[in-house]
Nanobody
Framework: QVQLVESGGGLVQAGDALRLSCAAS????????MGWYRQAPGKERELVAA???????NYADSVKGRFTISRDNAKNTVYLEMNSLKPEDTAVYYC???????????????WGKGTLVTVSS
């Protein structure tokens, strides 16, 4: 079993910063990639940022220059540093990990339960 536990959400004002953390635990052989998705009310879940095992990153255009994703491989933890937050960043943020729980086969996606980020204007 693999678990992803997010933390760091909350209520902030526009222009503020917030840091999300997500720790993966359980039976993990190797992590291919970790990332953050978000889902605002009435909208589909969208990719915010992702980081692969080699360190390459990918960001949604709407957060480029404001958000930074990083990863601590030793702790199986991914972080999302969010700066200059805007009301449109309000959403439930979900952690995702694409990993192998055992040697061989294809990696599997796992999801956290989500953490709410609310940005007031």
């Amino acid at each position: 079993q693999v678990q992803l536990v997010e933390s760091g959400g909350g209520l902030v004002q526009a222009g503020d910063a917030l840091r999300l953390s997500c720790a993966a635990s359980g039976i993990i052989f190797s992590i291919k990639a970790m990332g953050w998705y978000r889902q605002a009310p009435g909208k589909e879940r969208e990719l915010v940022a992702a980081i692969i095992s080699g360190g390459s990153t990918n960001y949604a255009d709407s957060v480029k220059g404001r958000f930074t994703i990083s990863r601590d491989n030793a702790k199986n933890t991914v972080y999302l540093e969010m700066n200059s937050l805007k009301p449109e960043d309000t959403a439930v943020y979900y952690c995702n990990a694409n990993l192998w729980a055992r040697l061989g086969g294809r990696p599997t996606d796992y999801w956290g339960k989500g953490t709410l980020v609310t940005v007031s204007s």
